[in-house]
T-cell receptor, first 113, second 110 residues
């Protein structure tokens, strides 16, 4: 069964460093999403992406964040200068159509020291 | 402001019990999702609803658009159902913006 994959599963970084979180969506999917879940809190929407551009972004998705689909298979989230409060689980998701269910990746746990 | 609330926050049940988890939201939506988050953190989509009722195995989800309310039912609960159940709503037909509820933590005891 096709699945969304994410790498790495856990990333530890120093405050101020740049990190890139990688996702491989399901191959025929066209809509891509990044979500964040701070430990013990609810899942939060970050950004959606379609047709090689951002469709929607939340207030959390400020200038330190960017997304890219560099090669037609990967979907990346870059955090330019990490802060302690960026420590969270980051989930990628994809779907084939906007009115179908999403498929979530296993998440990347980001720890900023 | 678009808010999604869930009740109860925590739920402990005995194996075999019928379980109901509720979700309410504040403004009109295009669809509502029920998600399951396993203890390890992974998220699985259970249902996507825009009206009526859906059933998959022992899980049933209903939505009442007029009352802005949805329920997730689990029949004949089992310890493997123990997880956090999350309600999430999307506010436009292109599904590009989601608001998540806080989740209901379910523990099913053998």
């Amino acid at each position: 069964e096709p699945e969304v994959t994410q790498t790495p599963s856990h990333q530890v970084t120093q405050m101020g460093q740049e990190v890139i979180l990688r996702c491989v969506p399901i191959s025929n999917h066209l809509y891509f999403y990044w979500y964040r879940q701070i430990l013990g809190q609810k899942v939060e929407f970050l950004v959606s992406f379609y047709n090689n551009e951002i469709s929607e972004k939340s207030e959390i998705f400020d200038d330190q964040f960017s997304v890219e689909r560099p090669d037609g298979s990967n979907f990346t989230l870059k955090i330019r200068s990490t802060k302690l409060e960026d420590s969270a689980m980051y989930f990628c998701a994809s779907r084939d159509l906007p009115y179908n269910e999403q498929f979530f990746g296993p998440g990347t746990r980001l720890t900023v020291l | 402001k678009n808010e999604v609330e869930q009740s109860p926050q925590n739920l402990t049940a005995q194996e075999g019990e019928f379980i109901t988890i509720n979700c309410s939201y504040s403004v009109g939506i295009s669809a509502l999702h029920w998600l399951q988050q396993h203890p390890g953190g992974g998220i699985v989509s259970l249902f996507m609803l825009s009206s009526g009722k859906k059933k998959h195995g022992r899980l049933i989800a209903t939505i009442n658009i007029q009352e802005k309310h949805s329920s997730l039912h689990i029949t004949a609960s089992h310890p493997r159902d123990s997880a956090v159940y999350i309600c999430a709503v999307q506010y436009d037909n292109y599904g590009q913006n989601f608001v998540f509820g806080p989740g209901t933590r379910l523990s099913v005891l053998p």
